[in-house]
């Protein structure tokens, strides 16, 4: 561990354990008052493993596919009703244009040319 | 009736704890309370507040048991818990950096090289040597030097690199011995 350490520092690392803080010794208080309050916690914060649940069940799994699944098919038919729906107003809307505003009249035929 | 024996490892008196059995933890805590209540000290240089602490650690480590995986040693991990609750201390307190609260002067350090200074004094001395230092230089100093533990320990308790346990350790004693120098102790 003091591998790397230079004369000076082992001079530092001697002194500094020598004479290091040290408290008391813990009296007997300290640990009755400590399982005292283990005593007083609340239950329900530990769960020994051997009692755990498994929370991600295969039938808790089966349940969120199947309302996953539902929540696709919702989307997928609210999509397709909303795409059916705008070309339903644009074919509408369509119906309703002037359609010589959009194509030219061929001098020729007189009709519109609606090669394009 | 105690059903576990005093020389089973940790992590078999933490399962036994999971399991329910109050006895193992007493094992655990009577094995372990000694360093940690000196780190405690050590990291607060406070007597007053130093059981209240201790208790901390040992009901944080007991409502996060089943928290532990056993990818380190229990001892690291206990101790990790002992130097966060000593942070969160600090922080209730609002000192990052404790001040010294006499001025150095006040010691009896006229002649420290001399047997007049006794090993009370020589002990407030390193201690008011520690509480010069920044709380992760300290930090370190002390779970390096006073501790032993090794760098990479120390790294998985401080949650930083090693290399910077070795920058801080280098920085910590640096600034130790030129605070010696200054107080007229040669070392």
């Not at chain 1, 999509?79 to 020729?108: C, F, G, H, K, M």
């Not at chain 2, 999971?18 to 780190?39: D, I, M, T």
């Not at chain 2, 007991?62 to 922080?91: E, M």
């Not at chain 2, 100093?141 to 533990?149: A, G, N, P, S, T």
């Amino acid at each position: 561990m003091n591998e790397m350490n230079e004369p000076s520092d082992e001079k530092l690392i001697s002194f500094l354990k020598e004479h290091q803080p040290s408290p008391p010794p813990a009296s007997m208080e300290l640990e009755r008052s400590l399982f005292e309050a283990i005593a007083n916690e609340p239950k329900s914060s530990v769960v020994p493993i051997a009692k755990r649940k498994n929370v991600l069940s295969f039938g808790n799994w089966k349940v969120a596919l199947i309302a996953c699944s539902l929540l696709i098919g919702v989307g997928i038919g609210l999509n397709s009703y909303n795409l059916s729906q705008r070309e339903v107003l644009e074919a509408e809307a369509l119906d309703q244009t002037d359609i010589s505003s959009l194509y030219a009249i061929d001098p020729d035929t007189g009709l519109y040319d609606v090669s394009l | 009736m105690i059903t576990v024996a005093l020389s089973e490892e940790d992590s078999i008196l933490v399962q036994r704890t999971l399991s329910g059995n109050q006895e193992a933890f007493r094992l655990l805590y009577r094995r372990h309370v000694g360093p940690v209540r000196k780190l405690v000290y050590q990291l607060t240089t406070d007597l007053q507040v130093l059981d209240d602490l201790t208790q901390d650690v040992f009901l944080k480590v007991h409502r996060n048991l089943s928290k532990f995986r056993g990818d380190a040693k229990f001892s690291t991990w206990l101790f990790r818990i002992a130097y966060n609750v000593c942070q969160d201390h600090h922080r209730r307190r609002g000192r990052n950096h404790r001040v010294v609260s006499l001025p150095v002067e006040d010691l009896p350090i006229s002649a420290p090289d001399e047997e007049i200074l006794s090993g009370v004094d020589r002990e407030e001395l390193v201690s008011r040597a520690l509480e010069t230092l920044t709380p992760d230089h300290r930090a370190v100093v002390i779970l390096h030097d006073l501790q032993e533990k090794p760098q990479e320990e120390i790294a998985q308790i401080l949650e930083v690199p090693v290399g910077t346990v070795k920058s801080r350790l280098f920085y910590g004693r640096r600034k130790l011995k030129e605070w010696f120098s200054a107080q007229g102790v040669s070392l």
